[in-house]
């Protein structure tokens, strides 16, 4: 790509590609609908992000929602709400499956249940939108790619800053070598959390309209516990499933893959060669399982990314509670959903610059998915795309669970680590199965 000039404007002039137009691989076709019809799209998980992926879905002109469907009565009549009478109500997913007028399922379920709906709905002929990370394990991703090119299906994961014009030009600014020689990457999120976290609940009978074996499906039979269901009366946040092992990995996956989903696209989508990774829960009182105090390295061929977790803290670069710093020999770059800024070295000929955005890219996420439904190109974040990035978080967690060097193949897709292997793969419960 040739260089850039070194002014601001020059840049913002710049011509960006957008990520669709990056990816024009053609897939495998699939139904062919004409220019003016409505793309049927059912939703399954309507918790707090599933609602949010409602909406956007809702504010697109080419998309009708037909059905929505949680576990959650409460949930469910929120949705149904929100649908405004396009929707109808459904309960047991294998409906959604088997209804061969749906084009495309939302899954925003809990991480745990993402593969196995992934995997289920593209043998069903359906193309799926699956939030991030896309699977609680490794082999679990791998699976989901040979379905999605097996039934031949349109597969777009929920990193949805790849749809963002601002992170298109941030990376595009790091690949043209305006920054210089880029060795080290540091990504974070700090905040600054009550030393009592989430609580420490006792176990009890499930909330009324829940219904919990299903809410379980593949992941470990348990007892009931508010936290691990996660779920706030008030909607005030995000479901606290994420801070248990059982169905997802913590602010590695849950905000890492964020993170390192833009590195490792800056760098053409290198993978790493070896993780190291410290950290435990120092600082909160909680019953949660996931650490509140990480830092993994990730060494990839060229350059050194760190990502870092702090509960006890806020204090930041940027003022900010998270973000992604390229630090070139000529030029530092910040990106997060609501700027890009450079800052010179000093020497440097180049001029600093800030470019405030207010996109975190959900939208034109969506926009993107449903075009590429109808052209059969592959979507700005590929499941082949999203196997990599959430592949690295994973990768970071299990060099902490292990504490050991993770040395990963990426020829061969495993890591050189017997102890480390261990953790590629889930048993599933009975009586679900993830069969491709």
């Not at 939302?106 to 699977?135: M, N, Q, R």
């Not at 530092?332 to 996109?359: A, N, P, Y």
Request: charged share 25%; hydrophobic share 40%; aromatic share 12%.
């Amino acid at each position: 790509m040739a260089a850039m000039t070194d002014t601001r404007r020059d840049f913002v002039k710049s011509s960006v590609k957008t990520a669709a137009a990056a990816l024009t691989t053609q897939i495998f076709t699939g139904k062919v609908r004409g220019a003016n019809d409505r793309i049927a799209v059912a939703f399954i998980g309507l918790g707090k992000m599933g609602r949010d992926n409602l909406v956007y879905a809702m504010r697109q002109p080419n998309a009708a929602p037909v059905a929505v469907c949680d576990v959650y009565d409460r949930n469910l009549n929120w949705a149904m709400e929100m649908a405004r009478g396009q929707a109808r109500r459904v309960r047991d997913f294998r409906e959604i499956l088997r209804d061969k007028s749906i084009d495309a399922v939302c899954i925003a379920t809990p991480d745990h249940w993402h593969a196995y709906l992934t995997v289920e709905a593209c043998k069903a002929g359906k193309d799926v939108f699956v939030e991030k990370p896309v699977s609680v394990t490794i082999d679990e991703a791998t699976r989901m790619v040979e379905a999605a090119r097996k039934y031949n299906r349109v597969v777009q994961s929920g990193t949805m800053q790849r749809s963002a014009v601002h992170f298109q030009k941030a990376v595009e600014l790091v690949r043209s070598g305006e920054l210089g020689k880029v060795t080290f990457v540091r990504t974070w999120n700090y905040e600054h959390s009550v030393p009592e976290g989430i609580g420490n609940p006792p176990d009890s009978d499930p909330p009324k309209g829940l219904d919990w074996d299903v809410w379980l499906g593949p992941a470990p039979n348990r007892a009931f516990n508010p936290n691990r269901f996660g779920v706030d009366p008030l909607d005030r946040y995000f479901s606290r499933f994420r801070w248990f092992w059982d169905y997802a990995g913590g602010m590695m996956t849950d905000w890492g893959v964020h993170l390192l989903d833009i590195v490792q696209w800056a760098f053409n989508e290198a993978m790493p060669k070896s993780i190291t990774a410290s950290g435990q829960k120092f600082y909160l009182k909680d019953n949660r399982e996931t650490p509140d105090t990480l830092q993994v390295t990730y060494e990839y061929p060229d350059f050194i990314a760190v990502y870092e977790n702090r509960e006890g803290n806020a204090q930041s670069m940027f003022d900010r509670g998270y973000g992604i710093v390229f630090h070139g020999e000529r030029a530092t770059l910040f990106v997060d959903r609501g700027e890009c800024k450079l800052i010179s070295e000093q020497g440097s000929t180049l001029m600093g610059w800030r470019m405030e955005h207010s996109s975190s890219g959900n939208l034109e996420h969506w926009a993107n998915f449903l075009d590429c439904m109808k052209t059969r190109k592959q979507p700005a974040s590929s499941i082949e795309i999203c196997r990599r990035s959430t592949t690295t978080c994973h990768l970071g967690n299990i060099a902490l669970r292990t504490r050991e060097r993770v040395d990963f193949d990426e020829e061969r897709w495993t890591v050189a680590q017997p102890e480390a292997k261990k953790y590629f793969a889930r048993e599933y419960r009975a009586p679900w199965k993830l069969e491709v």
